[in-house]
């Protein structure tokens, strides 16, 4: 295992004061403090962001797109302002390309069922990992099955990375799309979605990146990556819940379909026809979510402040000081082995004890960790689990979490393994 | 510590050596629940003599307080008529339905140590796992 170089101890101490930005974790109102390792389920937001909304409904609150007065256009100003920070901070050419979702859920399923319904005919090939999110599985599973499309598995190598290599027919010509996360929400693994890209451009195979679990941890640049769409959240980047983005590139935006009809999508409506607005509000029906898309912005904001080389050396620091420590508990197994390398999610099995009495009882102790199968049930059907536990590490976190977590986890094994 | 109270002692004793687990072969109908959160999983066998489950024995994984509340269960109604056992099923789910006052009190005193679990919304499927599966194999009963 590496220990933490000099640039990493460096960039931990410049974020180590950060938690101080975040009143739920200093405003104690807990009677213990609380040491949050759930932070790939969702991340507590800092005071810039719950301050961005509440200036949002104090100062210039107003509908977007819509009104003629000037409240009404700072509103639709800052909207815009707020698309084009978020564009920006993914890389998009252009702000038109970032289109506002409820969810990376909600992006997903946008481009299977605008995109993909449009775009599959039987016999085509949609290609999916064993290590995705049920909301990167679900909408194609249904999506296929509607168009008699076959859908197809990468599967993971014995030390859970992507075989991708192996992936039997990935670039032929049967294949009409690529859906793949960043980063495994279960294992934390980072794929080469890159190279993925790379090689479906040259067979002119689009591919979607979920990337909810790596935006908060790690540069993200679409152009860089050369993925057609992506897909994240604000609540797992320190932003409000309710909001999220799809980026895509123009031609895919020419070619999809709007999800939601109604108000503000339109260019000219009669009672027989309709005509579709200019993307991004094509996809934007309905009033916009103004005061959280300020949130976003202001959460981006706060990570480029921050820096996101540094926050990727703060996270990676822990997590291998954290697989360290972990890898020599007795009886417990990494998901992957130590030695893998990974984002920040870990997620382990303990001999004898199961997942939820782990978190439990870590619970109990101020350490918020996740056990279950984490919207992953294929990935923990082919490890032969029902479950595991999984801490999760964000900029906020200290070493002091890691002890917490590590004594946690004796008092669970004292406790199970004593009578 | 808030630990102390959910793993109460006989909790914890019957989650390391649980009661009536094992094969169900020769039952005369045996019943799945599981828990799509966890993916826990119990499988309820009933053994029954005339109107009477002469047993109850139980299979499958999950965490200390299912693996405690099937033992638990299995030795709470084994013994008893198919009304019985079946009332119990309906006063377990009462005493975990949330919202419900602190005036239900628990349907048998051996079944005590599970009340501390009631302060613990997460974990009431946990609890009622098995009572499900149990009460949908009394209902398939010819």
């Known amino acids: ?177 690529i859906a793949l996360c960043q980063v495994s929400n279960v294992l934390g693994i980072v794929n080469p979605v890159q190279e993925i890209c790379e090689q479906a451009a040259l067979r002119g195979i689009p591919v979607l990146v979920d990337a ?21 959240s604000a609540h797992k980047m320190y932003g409000p819940s309710g909001i999220g983005a799809l980026f895509a ?45 300020a949130g976003f912005a202001a959460a981006v904001a706060y990570l480029n402040q921050l820096g996101m080389d540094r926050i990727h050396g703060h996270v990676s620091a822990l997590t291998r000081r954290a697989l360290d420590s972990l890898a020599a508990v007795p009886g417990l197994q990494l998901l992957p082995q130590a030695g893998v390398d990974r984002s920040g999610i870990i997620s382990f099995t303990l001999d004898g004890i199961h997942p939820h009495d782990i978190a439990q009882i870590a619970g109990e102790r101020g350490v918020a960790l996740r056990a279950g199968h984490h919207c992953c049930q294929p990935l923990l059907q082919s490890l032969g689990l029902a479950a595991t536990v999984r801490a999760s590490f964000a900029i906020y976190n200290t070493e002091a979490d890691i002890d917490a977590l590590l004594s946690a986890i004796d008092a669970a094994r004292r406790l199970f393994e004593s009578g | 510590m808030a630990t102390d109270t959910l793993y109460k002692d006989i909790l914890l004793e019957h989650s390391r050596h649980p009661r009536n687990k094992g094969e169900l072969e020769g039952a005369d109908v045996v019943c799945r629940g599981s828990n799509p959160r966890c993916g826990d999983e119990v499988e309820v066998g009933l053994f029954m003599q005339g109107e009477r489950l002469q047993s109850v024995r139980f299979r499958g994984r999950g965490c200390s307080v299912c693996m405690a509340s099937s033992s638990l269960m299995t030795e709470a109604v084994s013994g008893r ?27 048998l ?29 009394l209902a398939s009963l010819p």
């Not at chain 1, 859908?151 to 990375?161: A, K, P, Q, S, Y």
Request: glycine share 6%; aromatic share 8%; proline share 4%.
């Open chain 1, 1 to 177: 295992m590496l220990a933490a170089s000099g640039s990493e101890r460096h960039a931990a101490e410049r974020l180590a004061g950060c938690s101080a930005d975040f009143p739920l974790l200093t405003d104690a109102q807990q009677e213990q403090s609380l040491h949050y390792l759930d932070n790939a389920a969702t991340t507590q937001k800092p005071r810039a962001v719950i301050a961005a909304i509440s200036e949002c409904y104090q100062e210039y609150y107003a509908t977007v797109h819509r009104g003629l007065y000037p409240l009404a256009e700072e509103a639709t100003r800052r909207y815009e302002q707020a698309r084009q920070q978020i564009a920006g901070f993914v890389g998009a050419a252009a702000p038109s390309q970032l289109i506002f979702t409820r969810s990376t859920t909600e992006a997903i399923n946008m481009v299977a069922y605008g995109w993909a319904r449009t775009h599959l005919s039987a016999g085509d090939h949609v290609w999916v990992t064993r290590m995705d999110h049920h909301a990167n599985l679900l909408p194609w599973q249904r999506v296929c099955r509607e168009a008699g499309a076959r859908l197809r598995v990468i599967e993971l190598r014995e030390d859970g990375t992507l075989d991708w290599q192996a992936a039997e027919g990935l670039f032929d010509r049967h294949t009409r799309l």
């Open chain 2, 109 to 137: 005193p051996a079944l005590g140590a599970l009340e501390a679990v009631r302060g613990y919304p997460a974990r009431r499927r946990c609890v009622l796992l098995s009572w499900e599966a149990l009460s949908e194999a």
């Open chain 1, 249 to 293: 590139r123009p031609e895919r935006l020419a070619e999809m379909e709007p999800l939601l009809l109604g108000g503000g999508m339109v260019d000219r409506v009669t009672l027989d026809d309709s005509s579709w607005a200019d993307y991004p509000s094509r996809f934007e029906a309905g009033s916009a979510n103004l005061a959280d898309a």
């Open chain 1, 212 to 232: 909810a679990q790596s935006v908060a941890h790690m540069p993200v640049d679409v152009e860089a990556l050369g993925c057609d769409f992506l897909a994240f």
């Open chain 2, 81 to 107: 008529s198919r009304s019985e056992a079946r009332d119990l099923c309906q006063q377990m789910q009462a005493w975990f339905t949330p919202g419900d006052g602190a005036d239900v009190a628990e349907p």
